[in-house]
């Protein structure tokens, strides 16, 4: 089972720029789908990024062009690089691990999560 520690949330405005990072021990998190979800008030946690062996990167239409997925071998680490923010962006964001992609869905049955990291975004 693979431990996940996301960190990197804050306060930011419209329009700043943020990175997050997930933390991985117990297991390779780079050789799993890994993605980054998010959950705001009131709202059920939702897909943001994923991010697949060979690189291959999924997004959310709503922060495609904006938000961008990476990950680091050699720290066992998975970024999530958020430039563009806005108000609606507001949630606690985590990084689950493994994900498996069924239909047009990201299943997260067997996934391990982090404990978040709440990013808000003031207008």
């Known amino acids: 089972q693979v431990l996940l520690v996301e960190s990197g949330g804050g306060l930011v405005q419209a329009g700043d720029s943020l990175t997050l990072s997930c933390a991985a021990s117990?297991?390779?998190?780079?050789?799993?789908?890994t993605g980054w979800f998010r959950q705001s008030p009131g709202k059920g946690r939702e897909f943001v990024a994923a991010?697949?062996?060979?690189?291959?990167?999924h997004y959310a239409e709503s922060v495609k062009g904006r938000f961008t997925i990476s990950g680091d071998n050699s720290k066992n680490t998975v970024y999530l690089q958020m430039n563009g923010l806005r108000p609606e962006d507001t949630a606690v964001y985590y990084c689950?691990?493994?994900?498996?992609?069924?239909?047009?869905?990201?299943?997260?049955?067997?996934?391990?999560w982090g404990q978040g990291t709440q990013v808000t975004v003031s207008s």
């Open positions: 689950a691990a493994p994900i498996q992609r069924l239909g047009g869905a990201w299943s997260t049955d067997f996934a391990s």
């Open positions: 117990g297991r390779s998190l780079t050789s799993v789908p």
């Open positions: 991010i697949r062996a060979g690189d291959s990167t």
